[in-house]
């Protein structure tokens, strides 16, 4: 077991000047581990003890000595300095980015989660591989940049990825955010984190709640008031709280709900009587199926299915909510008018992300909402 570092208030400096050259090339010469390690303990002592009145070229020259005794000592003692040098704001460099290279994670996790020293660029050199414990060690830092995050979500693990989601001083991109809010289906835990993060898009946040499980929704709208109301929010979205407000088209169902009832009674599959349904261009069948399926009055559903400017996320939801597959989904969005190969794509990612127990569970708030309406 190495001695302790000696204490600077009880080795003048001045004689640790005078002796302190001889030292280290008699340390060197020597070719002794222990000599080495305990040199360098003396020259690291000296350094932090006037280590902010250092210009750049102390600091370099301190650093040139540092490196000298580093080469070739124990990873026990690369540690030991990692851990003094990471947190100090003009530390030596060429040492840190070293530090920052070591094969043992032990030595280099100190400075890539602590020192202000290393740039994005040396960050991104330490993240070009695959080594998780870099990337987690990076996640930690107290300040990370778009640039930083965008990697660390795109290369690390969920573990990673959880660390990073979970720090207030990440920043993220919009295509940092997408990626997190895609890399939440199926982690609570993260999902969690990316909800309550106070920089998340609007948008990020709508498609992680329509996304998220029952857990989740509750955990984050306990987590904060404001979030709560956010999610409140997001959730009359979703369900189309301004059906009142519509005046649609007036129509007649009890055709189409009396073709329901004996679609029900006759056995045949459902999904496959919506399909010719909506290939045929049968609105009101179409409209009612769902508006069984899920429960919801039939004016909801129209509503949903007709506004142009509705938001076919609704749409998917119904669909996705009464369990049915894509290609019924697109038949139903073809009925309700022609869209580009791009929207048709977006959407079938869309649905196909989309949980179905989600899906229910925003109809089923809906429904909730719409029986306290009746009743007020």
């Known amino acids: 077991m190495h001695p302790p570092f000696f204490a600077p208030e009880r080795w003048p400096i001045v004689e640790a000047q005078r002796s302190l050259i001889a030292?280290?090339?008699?340390?060197?010469?020597?070719?002794?581990?222990?000599?080495?390690?305990?040199?360098?303990?003396?020259?690291t002592d000296l350094f932090m003890v006037n280590v902010e009145r250092y210009s750049e070229a102390q600091v370099e020259v301190f650093g040139d000595v540092i490196s000298r005794l580093a080469d070739h000592i124990e990873v026990k003692a690369r540690e030991e300095l990692a851990n003094r040098l990471a947190p100090v704001a003009n530390a030596p460099l060429h040492v840190v980015r070293a530090l920052a290279r070591d094969e043992a994670i032990g030595v280099a996790a100190p400075v890539l989660t602590h020192s202000p020293r290393?740039?994005?660029?040396?960050?991104?050199?330490?993240?070009?591989?695959?080594?998780?414990?870099?990337?987690?060690?990076?996640?930690?830092?107290a300040s990370i940049s778009e640039a930083i995050s965008d990697v660390l979500v795109e290369r690390g693990d969920q573990e990673v990825v959880r660390s990073v989601a979970r720090n207030e001083g990440a920043r993220f991109s919009d295509n940092g955010f997408g990626k997190l809010v895609e890399r939440s289906s199926g982690d609570d835990e993260l999902a969690v984190s990316v909800g309550l993060r106070k920089d998340i898009p609007r948008d990020h946040f709508r498609a992680l709640i329509s996304k998220a499980s029952e857990t989740v929704f509750k955990r984050i709208a306990a987590g904060d008031p404001a979030v709560a109301a956010e999610v409140n929010r997001v959730l009359f979205d979703l369900t189309g709280h301004n059906v009142k407000e519509s005046k649609p088209v007036v129509r007649d169902y009890a055709a189409a709900q009396a073709a329901f009832d004996e679609l029900k009674q006759s056995g045949r599959p459902i999904e496959e009587a919506v399909q010719a349904f909506a290939q045929t261009g049968k609105f009101e069948e179409t409209v009612v199926v769902l508006a069984n399926l899920c429960r919801l009055p039939v004016?909801?559903?129209?509503?949903?299915?007709?506004e142009r400017q509705a938001d076919g996320d609704l749409v998917l939801l119904l669909i996705k909510a009464a369990d049915m597959s894509w290609p019924t989904a697109k038949l139903i969005l073809d009925m309700r008018g022609t869209q580009s190969r791009s929207a048709i794509e977006t959407a079938r990612t869309h649905f196909?992300?989309?949980?179905?127990?989600?899906?229910?569970?925003?109809v089923r708030f809906y429904q909730v909402r719409h029986a306290s309406s009746e009743r007020g």
Do not use: M, N
């Open 118 to 141: 290393l740039s994005d660029d040396d960050l991104l050199a330490s993240a070009a591989g695959d080594d998780q414990d870099r990337l987690f060690a990076i996640s930690k830092r």
């Open 23 to 43: 030292d280290v090339e008699s340390a060197i010469a020597s070719g002794s581990p222990d000599r080495r390690i305990e040199t360098l303990r003396r020259v």
């Open 299 to 306: 004016e909801a559903v129209e509503h949903i299915l007709s």
């Open 352 to 362: 196909e992300r989309l949980q179905t127990t989600t899906a229910q569970r925003v």
